[in-house]
């Protein structure tokens, strides 16, 4: 049994002649090799051995009709060429040709219409130049700006609509924007915010509805402030504040929490 793997075939499917290629010649002496290294084969891998093979031939298939042709070609083919391919219909070839040449040519295509070329764009800018980037429709793009950009920028992405986004900007902003990410509506967002706060910026955080926020207020607040947790409706927040404050005693008085059940009555 055959794969596909194991066949010789071109991007339209049909068999590979060797003999009527323009390039036989190259067999010969070692430089292309049916099944591992063809300009003629549908697979990347043996289009990429060719041209490491032979550079000097790349640049004429940079209009080759099967676009991995071109943008494997576009890895290989003279510099100076490389700008009109950053016009090419397909991402792939868009890509591999920007990804060679100066910055300047990689400005205009924060603006491509496909995804996968603007989260690379994104993944090789930095600060002004990601700047309008943090307005991107794509919330990955808008992920990879708020790790790439430096923290002046990051107070653009706040009010992110994606929270994964805010995550990663509470992650990195100025501390003084902490306390107002520490009001995020996500408690993931909250809590990369409070593991970056002064415990006494903490104090604001007491009353959190997420446990593990409350698990980090108690974890690094001063042990005087704990008395409101005492009672903590989460056990590992209850035992944290105990374990802090030596405090052994039954639970106080008070509403029963949310994770409390009711003491049963003993049996007569």
Not at 84 to 113: C, F, H, I, Q
Not at 123 to 136: E, K
Not at 228 to 257: C, H, I, K, N, Q
């Amino acid at each position: 049994m055959t794969t596909d793997i194991d066949e010789a075939r071109d991007w339209q499917g049909n068999d590979i002649d060797c003999a009527s290629c323009p390039h036989r010649d190259l067999l010969a002496v070692g430089r292309c090799e049916l099944k591992k290294a063809c300009v003629k084969d549908r697979y990347a891998r043996r289009l990429e051995r060719f041209f490491q093979q032979n550079r000097a031939l790349a640049d004429q298939y940079l209009a080759h009709p099967y676009f991995e042709t071109r943008a494997v070609a576009a890895g290989y083919a003279t510099v100076f060429l490389l700008p009109k391919v950053l016009g090419d219909s397909d991402e792939t070839v868009r890509w591999s040709a920007a990804r060679r040449l100066p910055k300047r040519y990689l400005l205009p295509l924060r603006n491509d219409p496909h995804r996968e070329v603007r989260i690379r764009i994104a993944s090789v800018l930095s600060d002004d130049d990601l700047r309008p980037m943090a307005s991107d429709a794509d919330y990955y793009v808008r992920q990879i700006v708020a790790k790439r950009a430096s923290p002046g920028l990051l107070p653009l992405l706040v009010l992110d609509p994606d929270s994964g986004v805010r995550r990663e900007v509470a992650r990195r902003i100025g501390p003084e924007w902490l306390a107002q990410m520490a009001m995020d509506k996500d408690g993931d967002v909250r809590l990369e915010a409070a593991r970056r706060m002064s415990p006494g910026r903490l104090l604001a955080l007491l009353d959190d509805p997420d446990w593990r926020i409350r698990y980090e207020v108690a974890s690094r607040v001063d042990t005087y402030e704990l008395s409101r947790l005492l009672d903590d409706p989460d056990p590992l927040v209850r035992e944290l504040v105990r374990s802090r404050t030596g405090f052994t005693g039954a639970p106080r008085s008070g509403p029963a929490s949310p994770n409390t059940k009711p003491a049963t009555e003993p049996s007569s």
